[in-house]
């Protein structure tokens, strides 16, 4: 028997769920980064163009993608993808990458997320308060992901206890659903983030006056950079990221709307709002921060650095040294953790939605399933963190599976369903009119400009990386685990997406 489908409870819920998908970690530490190593103010004429050119058609693309797929009772990629195309039975495997990605990025993004909630603790506790000994908040940290055995920590018991508590807290809210769970916490944990956002960004351009030439380090332009394709490529690949596009979120957050609720502008809403976090906000805390305590050497110190040396290492350093330090590193750190679980929890819904739809399992059991499959598939992450393996995961499912996924999704729309249906179907409800010009940008502009990313992406950054080249020796049994691993993830996806069209088409008589 079917079952009654969810729906958002308001159109505020939904453009703040999807805002809390898109508004993640990097926002905060993956940006200004990549801002500042590419150019600096230059840097946002590659982002300005691939936003408007590629994330503004693809985001709009894919709410209308999976309103149209949640309207046959589809709410995740192999479902959207074979309502777009019925005549083509292969799609359903094709919309597997719209499970597959969500499914490994949440696979580490998860044990990230629990550091976050670790440093909370730990900065309302004094631990890391009146100390900007930046030694010293590297053991820390490399104690607690286990790499290294010091006085702070002699294992991985304590992370251990705060993985299990995120994992838990994740798991709660998807269990109470799209409306009862996703949507009544990304209610209150957006505004909450974007208000300690703004305090902490006051507060870091109110230290001295370095932090105005901090922000000048960070946005003062170097336009000889737009030569390099690699800026662009690096723009590019950010507003992938920052968007959550082309990994199947969107697309199952979209499902659920009502066939009359609005695209366009819900959509620019959402995409707004994460531009603000990222821009204003993600721009103007951690580089100016950085700079008035390292000075302007501050990115050859980010560069020699870990990747994660910037959020826990360096602002725990500035905090160590500024009045209410203690109560800015709360701020800060929480400030991450809402923004790790808005984004974590979207990353649940496609198998859980997958589950419900296909196998018509309750909720209930398509939350437990999921829960008991991904708290054994994110122990890779966590165990063999200091291996590579969270790295190599990371790559698969935040940047291989992400581009690809979009640019066939850009072109089954554009192409095959068909620009001018999909433009009708876009409107519907719509509170706004798009400009005609994005009706050509979708079929030509978008998916030239995602092929030839792909392509320039292909040949300088995903070849060595599935080469392996550059990986330790003692790193490699690691990898090569972690990739047959995914290889057998993807296996049985395909395998369930086969049984459960079986399943579909002894029940219709015909090919769902």
Not at 135 to 156: A, D, R, V, W
Not at 287 to 303: D, N, S, W, Y
Not at 323 to 346: C, K, R, Y
Request: one cysteine or more; hydrophobic letters at 50%.
């Amino acid at each position: 028997m079917a079952q009654k489908r969810e729906r958002w409870g308001t159109k505020m819920g939904v453009v703040l769920a999807v805002a809390g998908s898109a508004v993640g970690l990097g926002n905060f530490l993956r940006f200004p980064v990549q801002a500042a190593n590419n150019g600096g103010g230059a840097f946002m004429i590659p982002y300005l163009v691939a936003l408007l050119l590629v994330g503004i058609p693809l985001m709009w693309v894919e709410w209308t993608a999976g309103r149209y797929g949640g309207s046959y009772g589809h709410s995740s990629a192999p479902g959207i993808f074979q309502s777009l195309w019925k005549k083509n039975p292969s799609m359903k495997y094709i919309g597997v990458l719209g499970i597959l990605g969500p499914l490994i990025i949440y696979m580490y993004y998860v044990y990230i997320e629990s550091w976050t909630l670790a440093y909370c603790y730990y900065s309302l506790t004094g631990t890391l308060g009146g100390t900007s000994d930046t030694s010293m908040l590297t053991s820390f940290l490399k104690g607690l992901q286990g790499i290294e055995h010091n006085e702070y920590f002699s294992g991985l018991g304590v992370v251990l206890i705060f993985f299990f508590i995120t994992f838990a807290i994740n798991i709660l809210i998807t269990y109470f659903g799209i409306r009862g769970g996703i949507e009544k916490i990304c209610i209150i944990a957006m505004p909450t983030l974007l208000i300690f956002g703004v305090l902490l960004a006051i507060r870091v351009i109110t230290l001295d006056w370095g932090s105005f030439d901090g922000l000048g380090h960070l946005w003062n332009p170097d336009f000889s950079a737009l030569k390099s394709p690699k800026v662009w490529l690096a723009a590019t690949g950010q507003l992938f990221f920052t968007l959550s596009l082309g990994m199947g979120v969107i697309l199952s957050y979209s499902s659920f709307l009502r066939e009359t609720d609005d695209v366009p502008l819900s959509g620019l809403t959402a995409a707004s709002t994460n531009e603000f976090a990222e821009i204003i906000l993600g721009g103007s805390i951690v580089i100016p921060a950085a700079f008035i305590l390292m000075g302007p050497q501050v990115l050859e110190k980010i560069a020699s650095g870990g990747p994660f040396d910037l959020p826990f290492v360096t602002m725990s350093a500035l905090f160590g040294t500024i009045t209410l330090g203690q109560f800015f590193s709360f701020l800060w750190f929480f400030m991450l953790f809402l923004a790790g679980v808005t984004s974590s929890i979207s990353l649940t819904q496609p198998l859980v939605g997958f589950l419900q739809d296909e196998f018509r399992l309750s909720r209930k059991k398509a939350v437990g399933l999921f829960a008991a499959v991904t708290f054994v598939i994110c122990q890779p992450a966590v165990w063999f963190y200091g291996n590579g393996v969270l790295f190599d995961l990371d790559f698969w499912g935040g940047s291989f599976i992400i581009v690809l996924g979009a640019t066939i999704e850009i072109i089954l729309v554009a192409w095959v369903f068909g620009v001018d249906k999909m433009w009708r179907e876009m409107h519907v409800g719509s509170g706004i009119r798009i400009p005609r010009f994005y009706k050509f940008v979708t079929k030509y502009i978008t998916p030239v400009f995602l092929l030839t990313i792909l392509g320039f992406w292909f040949y300088d950054e995903w070849i060595p990386l599935i080469l392996m080249k550059g990986v330790p020796a003692e790193d490699m049994p690691y990898i090569l685990g972690t990739r047959l691993g995914l290889v057998a993830l993807l296996i049985s996806l395909c395998i369930l997406v086969r049984i459960a069209w079986q399943k579909r088409r002894r029940q219709t008589g015909s090919e769902a």
